[in-house]
């Protein structure tokens, strides 16, 4: 009877460690680009007023990611494409992330001062690019 009881416990323990895993993941997923790009925004800001250099490459974007729950895994997977190294700049709207998409369909993109707004693929190809 113990064991069958142990048994019972230990399998509702993983099935709910795999619910708790995959709920994350997929909150990362029903977020999508607009939310990260938003946090992205929001975190290139904070560097600003902190005085710290934005990520100039995918090694020193560790010491950030935590800030960047949402974004962090859409840049790693390609779904964001953010111009390592651009800041964030109050007043500029030059891109300094995109949906993976943007530059053929249009979609989402970040400006240098922190909005989020739609582009067409000729409305992107026109736009300035932060860092280029």
Not at 91 to 105: C, I, L
Request: charge should be neutral.
């Amino acid at each position: 009877m113990t064991r069958v009881l142990w048994a019972a416990v230990a399998a509702a323990g993983l099935g709910l460690a795999a619910g708790c895993g995959g709920g994350n993941s997929g909150a990362t997923a029903t977020e999508g680009p607009k939310a990260g790009l938003e946090e992205l925004g929001h975190a290139l800001k904070s560097l600003a007023e902190e005085g710290r250099r934005p990520p100039a490459r995918l090694a020193e974007f560790e010491t950030i990611e935590p800030m960047v729950p949402v974004c962090g895994p859409q840049i790693r997977n390609g779904e964001v494409v953010y111009f390592w190294g651009a800041p964030y700049a109050a007043g500029s709207e030059k891109v300094v992330a995109h949906e993976k998409k943007a530059p053929t369909d249009g979609g989402l993109v970040l400006l240098q001062d922190g909005k989020v707004k739609t582009m067409t693929a000729a409305e992107f190809q026109a736009a300035p690019k932060a860092g280029k």
